[in-house]
């Protein structure tokens, strides 16, 4: 099911907002007040998308293709094909039958490009048959989310200030909160989240750092005090020194998520028994 979309609260949506730009193609940035909102486009735009398609009656506008695609299924699929013409078409999908198993595929959502439409075809075609059991409203959602998808703008994509800003707009309004998958589009952090992120990377950063002067240092002393030989022996050991000391950080990762999971469901019992096996 997917999920409907929550109203912002009115104070927040009252605070004046300022557009700093786009992160790697992918992310909207804003600031307000203290606060750093990050959206997600590609999720944005996929929601825009679907409550069009699941709420206006008519149908998508198909784009005729220039060169038909040539598609082939099992005659359980054509089945499918043929009985869910009227959906398809909803869809934006136009399609004749060639033969029994074979179709053409002569117009597709105007979103989508010619190389698209057999993988969606394909993707809409298996969505079908896991909606035999499925109410019609049930899978007509299930086919738009799917389309949604493959039509909105996608990350790493380079988008227009001005569309940005429309998506970043009707975030803020509260009319969209979720794609249709239910992850949400926007992420907020306060100015004490920003700082203890930060707080938290340093120590990493120096470590990676200090980690890379020892490296240098190494090299330099030893193929200036011993020989090239022994350079080489060191260059040889690094690689499974790196080996081991991932598989230890692999490990303690692992432990961490543990303790993590313990300590959020406040079992402190089970957080102790875990410390202690670790």
């Known amino acids: ?3 409907e979309q929550t109203v912002l609260d009115e104070t927040f949506r009252a605070e004046p907002v300022r557009y700093i730009g786009e992160a790697l193609n992918v992310y909207i940035l804003l ?5 750093m909102l990050l959206i997600d486009k590609h999720a944005a735009h996929e929601r825009i998308l679907f409550d069009k398609m699941r709420l206006n009656e008519k149908p998508l506008m198909p784009q005729e293709l220039l060169e038909p695609q040539p598609f082939n299924t099992d005659p359980d699929g054509a089945a499918l094909l043929e009985a869910n013409a009227a959906l398809l078409a909803r869809l934006g999908f136009e399609l004749d039958a060639v ?23 394909e993707e809409l075609l298996e969505k079908l048959r896991e909606g035999r059991s499925l109410s019609s409203s049930d899978v007509w959602e299930r086919l738009a989310a799917t389309v949604a998808c493959k039509a909105a703008i996608k990350g790493g994509w380079v988008t227009e200030r001005e569309e940005l800003l429309a998506l970043a707009e009707k975030v803020l309004a509260g009319e969209v ?10 992420t907020v952090f306060t100015r004490a989240e920003l700082r ?16 890379q002067l020892y490296n240098i240092a190494d090299t330099l002393i030893v193929s200036r005090a ?11 050991a690094y690689t499974l020194m790196i080996f081991l000391t991932s598989i230890l950080l692999g490990l303690s990762m692992g432990a961490g998520a543990l303790f993590s999971i313990c300590r959020g469901r406040g079992d402190e019992s089970g957080l102790r028994r875990s410390i202690v096996h670790a």
């Open 1 to 3: 099911t997917v999920p």
């Open 226 to 236: 011993i020989g090239r030989d022994a350079l080489a022996a060191v260059g040889s």
């Open 31 to 35: 600031e307000q007040g203290d606060k």
């Open 177 to 186: 909160t979720h794609c249709p998958h239910g992850r949400p589009v926007m």
């Open 99 to 121: 033969g029994d198993t074979a179709f053409l595929i002569r117009a597709v959502p105007a979103q989508l490009d010619a190389a698209s439409a057999v993988p969606l075809l």
């Open 196 to 211: 203890s992120l930060l707080l938290f990377a340093l120590p990493m950063l120096a470590g990676d750092i200090l980690q």
